[in-house]
């Protein structure tokens, strides 16, 4: 988790084929980001997950759109360093906990918020962000729990036009996005493309 609240910046990816899984964390690395976030939307996630460990043990690789302790347990096998959902599912968190890995729930409301500290978490997804607020549902929710100490990372709908404001904020400890590497770019191996949107990510992390 330290790499990802260095670099304030996680690439949300879906991946369609295994064999563009270190290509594409290659092409992020090269455009100075090392974490990534692969979402459990298609059946390659597991195998890329693993093939991006072996492949580039620097990087920090987390699973997305884990909604069953099933998934949750397929990931950390596949070895990966965090969970992330879109919601707060309790038998997901124990199923992370079991295998230590830490575990992001997404939350939108006050009461979502509480229910997480009330777990014990810490480190909550923002999703999704800009239909729900964006950066001044933020600062609002910053008032009443700044003192909580928790953080969040918000994802969906932000770009790098918005990047910046949200990174601004105290509460936020980084930001998901997937423009750096949407699902096309992916496909089309258009991995340059993929590296230039990442450098110019970076220039606001």
């Given amino acids: 988790m330290d790499t990802i609240l260095k670099q ?7 991946i ?12 992020l690395s090269a455009g100075g980001l090392n974490t990534i976030e692969v979402t459990f939307r298609t059946d390659a996630a597991a195998e890329a997950i693993r093939l991006i ?31 992330v959902a879109p919601g707060l599912d309790e038998s997901v968190l124990q199923a992370a906990t079991a295998r230590n890995v830490t575990y992001i729930p997404g939350v939108v409301t006050p009461t979502e918020v509480s229910r997480a500290l009330a777990l ?21 929710l ?23 404001s949200y ?11 997937s423009w750096m590497a949407e699902r096309d770019l992916i496909a089309n191996g258009a991995w340059d493309k993929i590296t230039a949107l990442t450098a110019e990510a970076m220039k606001n992390a």
């Fill in 120 to 140: 014990k978490l810490r480190l909550l997804k923002f999703f999704p962000a800009e239909v729900s607020g964006g950066v001044p549902m933020l600062k609002a």
């Fill in 53 to 83: 460990r072996r492949e580039l043990p620097a990087m920090c690789v987390g699973a997305g759109t884990v909604l069953t302790p099933y998934q949750a347990a397929q990931a950390a096998d596949a070895g990966a360093h965090f969970l």
């Fill in 167 to 177: 990174l601004a904020l105290p509460t936020v400890a980084a930001v998901g996005g």
């Fill in 16 to 27: 369609d084929k295994p064999d563009d899984a270190v290509p594409l964390a290659r092409a």
């Fill in 142 to 164: 910053g008032g009443p729990f700044a003192h909580t100490g928790v953080k969040f990372v918000p994802t969906g709908g932000i770009t790098a036009a918005t990047l910046a």
């Fill in 8 to 14: 304030r910046l996680i690439c949300v990816a879906v």
